[in-house]
């Protein structure tokens, strides 16, 4: 399991199965499923331009979740 920074309009987020062209950065492994987590952003990664946060499984090449960023 993977957490990804999205565009939220990419139209491979629509497909149940996602078989690449998913336009993602990378955060890193998901660190547990209960309670707050912390991640890294790279310092080159526009957040104009990925607006979303996923929780994607490699494996089965799913997203189990989509969550948009909104500025506070």
């Not at 336009?23 to 707050?36: A, H, P, R, Y």
């Not at 526009?46 to 607006?51: G, I, P, T, V």
């Amino acid at each position: 399991m993977h957490v990804l920074l999205l565009r939220p309009e990419d139209k491979a987020l629509e497909q149940e199965i996602v078989r690449g062209g998913l336009d993602n950065v990378e955060l890193g492994t998901l660190k547990g499923n209960q309670g707050d987590q912390n991640y890294d952003l790279p310092l080159n990664v526009d957040l104009n331009r990925y607006q979303a946060v996923a929780i994607y499984c490699e494996r089965f090449h799913a997203i189990f979740g989509v969550a948009r960023l909104e500025k506070f």
